[in-house]
């Protein structure tokens, strides 16, 4: 049983930064891929991001491209997306999933872009 842990959530103001992080724990198995949806209230979740073992393949989201950046200590069980520029249609729960043997989700932590 792998247990996944998001922190990082606030409120924070448009044009604004902020930084998620994501800990995977219960396993010695490798950590092979790390990666973000998100899901805004009335929407489906949505991909933001996702990186594999040793960043041999990162993908963004259109929306975020250039502004939101991913990263992964595969050797710690960690990751971390760094969300730069933040816009309004940017607030939603934020869900990191790993893929240690098999897909493991966390249970979100919530991103509020507002005045």
């Known amino acids: 049983q792998v247990h996944v842990v998001e922190s990082g959530g606030a409120l924070v103001q448009p044009g604004g930064s902020l930084k998620l992080s994501c800990t995977a724990s219960?396993?010695?198995?490798?950590?092979?891929?790390m990666g973000w949806y998100r899901q805004a209230p009335g929407k489906e979740r949505e991909f933001v991001a996702d990186?594999?073992?040793?960043?041999?393949?990162?993908g963004y989201a259109d929306s975020v491209k250039g502004r939101f950046t991913i990263s992964m200590n595969d050797a710690e069980y960690t990751g971390d997306l760094q969300m730069d520029k933040l816009k309004p249609e940017d607030t939603a729960t934020y869900y990191c999933y790993v893929y240690i043997d098999r897909t493991w989700w966390g249970q979100g932590t919530q991103v509020t872009v507002s005045m």
């Open positions: 219960g396993s010695r198995s490798t950590m092979d891929t």
């Open positions: 990186i594999t073992k040793g960043a041999e393949f990162i």
